[in-house]
């Protein structure tokens, strides 16, 4: 593996590895990189400090993409030759639970929350949604032919799968499962999400009348689950539809219809993003 400083973009360091390497993750602290090595069926785990190998870790058949948690604490390779995903503790820097996922996965992203990875299955053209706690396949979502690539945008709500394929990108609503298709170049593979990508600019949730005679009132918002967002009508909206309107980026907003006899009632809204 070779290392590359960002600064002068030269190769800072070389690292010898496995055979056959493949993808690569840093932890969040940036105190180690997993390497997966399709030829020789392991997982390298590099010390960035001194860089050397500190562990190899042995996985399933021809691993390919490798994910590392939120958090931290686990690595999740892909491993094409069996269809499974391993999961490495980086702890203990042992494989802690194999999941069957489709066939010849390739890619995988987990959400920011840590609660989900998402499995690009070429093989089978479908993503496995994993729970990251019970290590069980919850959804299967049907994409293009061939995907490779995954990412998640930050808030986690939006899914990208490249179909090497099909030449598009499937785009993947992570809250209601609704799907759309771009279509991109040929044989697209790889995908990455910028850092600002979609994500909340604020904490303010905007009550308005469809009717313009009763006057806009802000509401705060506060911490809900992934997806849902809680409401109050405002107190002097007696009677028609109201609309929640929702800034969530600096160019979107998107609009919720609120049944007119529902005055007191708490609302939980999907974000369609």
């Known amino acids: 593996m070779s ?6 973009r030269t190769v800072h360091a070389t690292v010898n590895v496995g055979t056959e390497p493949s993808g690569v993750a840093i932890t969040p602290n940036g105190s180690a990189a997993y390497v997966t090595n399709s030829g020789s069926n392991a ?8 860089q050397t190998v500190q562990a190899t870790v042995n996985v399933g058949s021809d691993p390919s993409g490798v994910a590392i948690a939120p958090n931290g604490a686990y690595a ?3 491993n094409g030759g069996n269809g499974t995903m391993s999961i490495i503790s980086t ?3 042992k494989v802690t639970a194999t999941v069957g996922v489709g066939r010849n996965p390739d890619g995988v992203a987990i959400t920011p929350n840590g609660a989900y990875a998402w499995v690009a299955n070429t093989g089978s053209s479908t993503v496995s949604v994993i729970n990251t706690a019970s290590h069980k396949v919850v959804t299967t979502v049907n994409v293009g032919a061939d995907p490779y690539g995954v990412a998640i945008t930050p808030n986690g709500f939006t899914a ?3 179909n090497g394929g099909s030449g598009n990108v499937s785009i993947v609503n992570t809250v209601t499962g609704h799907l759309t298709t771009v279509g991109v170049g040929s044989d ?3 995908v990455a999400i910028t850092p600002n990508g979609t994500r909340f600019m604020s904490r303010t949730v905007c009550l308005a ?3 313009s005679s009763i006057p806009r009132t802000e509401r705060s918002m506060q911490p809900c689950p992934l997806g849902a967002i809680r409401l109050e009508r405002p107190s002097s909206a007696a009677s028609g539809n109201v609309c929640a309107l929702y800034q969530l980026t600096q160019r979107f907003v998107l609009s919720v219809a609120i ?3 529902d005055v007191a009632a708490d609302h939980r809204v999907l974000l369609l993003v």
Do not use: H, K
């Not at 290392?3 to 002068?8: G, K, L, P, S």
């Not at 997982?43 to 001194?50: A, F, K, P, Y």
């Open 160 to 162: 990208y799968v490249t």
């Open 3 to 8: 290392i590359i400083n960002t600064e002068d």
């Open 209 to 211: 009348p469809l009717a």
């Open 76 to 78: 999740y390779v892909t």
């Open 259 to 261: 049944p007119p006899d």
């Open 43 to 50: 997982v390298s785990i590099i010390n960035t400090d001194d």
């Open 91 to 93: 702890v203990t820097q």
């Open 188 to 190: 697209p593979v790889g």
